[in-house]
């Protein structure tokens, strides 16, 4: 394979005040497909291009929040095998037996030093897109079903100590830094876009005291017009934008950032270039992280660094 | 790395029947780079957003078709092991020296049972994207000057033995099959797209009697909306179109299919979806060609199968 | 009034050869809305966007075709006013009483010497579009139910004596000359396209020998990519495509031209571009009528020229 | 004539500060097409679709604003029509003869009581645009140089007395109210939009204590996407964007509202619906005045009622 180790972002579970209307929004307004509801009362979704049974779990919480993110890795092997990278490199590592969430196998979770749980697992049942296997039509109605992401794409996690999460993830699970935010002096990084594949990202981090924390979930559509078509949707149900429509300096891509009932973050995003393993890093000064942020408006709105989950 | 090996399509080398026809078609009309010529005439050309030297080479000849097919490896290391790996399953592979193609290191040559040269490479010199590496903006004045696609993206190759040739992609070369045309009696394959990333192809072969033959090389926009612009240009500069606009059925990609003015065929794309290695392969029965080609018509036309240079 | 007499086309009763086929068609695979059934067996459809109660009646018979194409016209005073010139420039008018189509007024019929029955009505029942009055929101699930167009745009008929038509309605009726194409001498127009407005056309003729025939319909939506997804829809229940997606280089509109099931042409279309009564015609010559339907193709489909119903 | 009267929007006269600066800012950055200069050192501008000889006119001044907002109307009959009609509903007309504005004909000249100057001409030479009168290809180079809007499209003015300017157009010019925001008690409107064709809007007004103000003049793009490459251009260009990209809620038209180098607002504008004669009223209530301005974020940007040239 050329495509091995950690393939793609694969789950994420994130925490809702009420886990209804939590159901509504992200089944009704986002428009993913729910799969599944758990014993611990967790309710799985998936966006309706994926295959796999579920990329996006909610639970009831007292507080918003993400709990961890997942990535999908090649197979057992790859598992096991960065299992002990991970350890070999000084993480501590936890194994969570598979069936703990809905069709999905045996989970490796580590703690980075952002504060965040990252998991890795190999397996998570095929379920299908719902189109057939054998001469599929391009789309079907539950592309059209609320906005309707075909993926879940990726994430932007704020926490402490980027600088060592970012060496996490180079040295050891084999992303590489597609774009970064220098910090004012110019010495660090205040932010980092980092890719296991060819997509502009994969992961995102910004240096942040609070450990933990959810900047937003991304995902992705398939057009500038299916942008504009979200961000009717989300007039529609009263749904706060943040940001957008608008293109991001950073990656190229198109957006509107906006907030779940509970306070989380997401994003429905497209667009963004192909970069490769072999790329230079693109490297924005922090005085122009307002264009980096909002192109058009070469706005650097301040919810974006200060409003959190 | 999570993305190693076999990366991308890096470059190609198409025979024209009139240079100077050609270096205007390439770079005016489809609106490539032209970034040198070498010694024995040869003119190579990039897509404005690729950072490397070249991807499309054209050279004057007699008749009309592809010398050779090439894919960037991660790095030396790599291209060493799947030259070894490649004569080991028992291909004779040949070692063109760095230079020989400009800005272009070693190349490691091999003939596929269809007939095609194809070629790896670890080291092409980056000479950007025309954008800034600090601060960049995201497009510049060539994003816009003639069809100007972002990249270089794949090719369909036409020739015999494609059983063959599928299995040193798949089990030497690290790629996936994505999607697949069965033969008439299920039996086998007549055309089959294999991906080394998550793009829905990276190469892709028909069986055809006649070997090392190209149906096309295709470049890649960014939306529906450049396929409209780029049938425009066409029609504006006379360029003869074979199919299209139209989207795929198989990959879901949108297209256009000309020829240039030498009676290569070339493709302007955009769209389809990501599969990933761990994508079951999509099947296309033999009588459902017609939608897998122009979905929209549910149309076989005949010069798909039967026209090739 | 600035814009007064004849505003626009109205609506257009159309034969089908199977009623239950073609309201499925209509209203499931078009996706207009269904808005009534008469006594006669008719059946009333309107497009989403549209506020009258109907643009498009089907009624079954032997033979596929148009019983009648309408305008609309500003009030009641616009109408006798309308009735009475064309009475004095020689043609024979007939009224036909309020309500014999469902919630329309009294409607003038004529026939013009291509053999087709025109219309002009100033009353038809506004039943809006199914957004509120106060503080609309600027779609509803009907805009996504079906192909779905927004307006029934314009329809382009087929018979003898165009010449003695344009005059009609440029002399009577306040029609303006967009485009045409000459015939192979020059001397005359094969097709003329006419607006009443600022579309680029309202209707359209071309010189047939046989009258009274129906080429297509059109039906206006609000992308190209609404384009690309009425073709997909299309093909996902079978509808036969005439030619498309394209762009014509005659009013520079997009379109893709299909069948409904019973061979009555039809169109789905957006773009072109605005013109004005003070604009001088744009001419096509007979050479050029390829790029003049098909812009990208700059091919004359044979279809075009021979198949109306 | 079914469009006759007042047509459209013909031309604007706006001040700018520095003429050079505002010369570089209308042809390079906005993309339109200079047309002349006259002895007054007056600047004459088109966008590039547009056939007659000029739309906008900017003049070096010591404050920005616009000195007065043109019509082209039918014909000489209908101007001598109009100018009678003005003085019989007892506003006071001037004559400003032929050839004071370049290659334009006389002029009708009145004030409304926001305190603008309106005017009326029948006559503008017809220059083309670009494209040839017979066969023509639907778009050329001057399409992608700069934002390129296609026309000017309408504009919305500030001042007191917005009722006696509604009754003059409605009742003189032979226009029709599209849309209305209603004053917080619900008695009377702050805001109108106005037509005189199928436009969504032809001129706007917002009642506003200073008289003779300008909000912005608005020039058409043909897509959303083209929506986003103006915000692009402008970013690049460093223009300060006031709002957007985004969509309205009043028309459901797709903007950028941004400034020139003077102050002067001006907005990039894409879709709306087509509004006629026979359509009621859409009326919006003042505390939805946010999502009527910003349909995505329903947000009423202050800017929006406070800034004026």
């Given amino acids: 394979m050329a495509l091995v180790g950690v393939m793609r972002p694969g789950h994420a579970q994130i925490r809702v005040l009420d886990l209804e209307e939590g159901i509504h929004f992200y089944r009704d307004v986002l428009g993913l497909v729910e799969t599944g509801r758990d014993t611990q009362g967790r309710v799985y979704f998936k966006c309706w291009d994926e295959r796999d049974h579920n990329s996006l779990i909610i639970r009831q919480a007292d507080r918003a929040g993400i709990d961890f993110f997942a990535f999908k890795v090649l197979d057992k092997a790859t598992l096991d095998k960065l299992d002990a990278d991970l350890r070999a490199y000084g993480l501590k590592t936890e194994r969570i037996p598979a069936g703990d969430l809905l069709e999905t196998g045996e989970r490796v979770r580590f703690e980075i030093p952002s504060g965040?749980?990252?998991?890795?697992?190999a397996d998570k049942t095929c379920v299908g897109n719902g189109l057939d296997m054998v001469n599929p039509r391009p789309w079907n109605a539950n592309s059209e079903r609320g906005i309707a992401p075909i993926r879940f794409d990726h994430g932007l996690l704020y926490g402490p100590n980027i600088a060592a999460v970012q060496k996490i993830f180079t040295e050891v699970l084999g992303f590489f830094l597609v774009e970064r935010v220098l910090t004012p002096d110019g010495k660090g990084n205040v932010a980092i876009w980092l890719s296991c594949s060819h997509k502009v990202h994969d992961i995102a981090f910004v240096e942040h005291a609070e450990p933990g924390k959810l900047h937003h979930c991304s995902f992705l559509l398939e057009s500038w017009e299916e942008v504009l078509r979200a961000g009717d949707i989300m007039s529609m149900n009263k749904v706060?934008?943040?940001?957008?429509?608008?293109?991001?300096?950073?990656?190229?891509?198109?957006?509107?950032?906006?907030?779940?009932?509970?306070?989380?973050?997401?994003?429905?995003?497209?667009?963004g270039y192909q970069p490769y393993p072999d790329y230079q890093t693109l490297t924005w000064t922090f005085d122009e992280l307002g264009p980096g942020l909002d192109y058009p408006q070469r706005k650097l709105h301040e919810t974006f660094l200060t409003v959190v989950s």
């Fill in 116 to 121: 965040h749980l990252i998991e890795l697992y």
């Fill in 240 to 271: 706060p934008i943040d940001i957008g429509p608008t293109r991001h300096g950073i990656t190229r891509g198109c957006t509107i950032y906006a907030w779940d009932p509970s306070g989380n973050r997401f994003e429905t995003y497209m667009g």
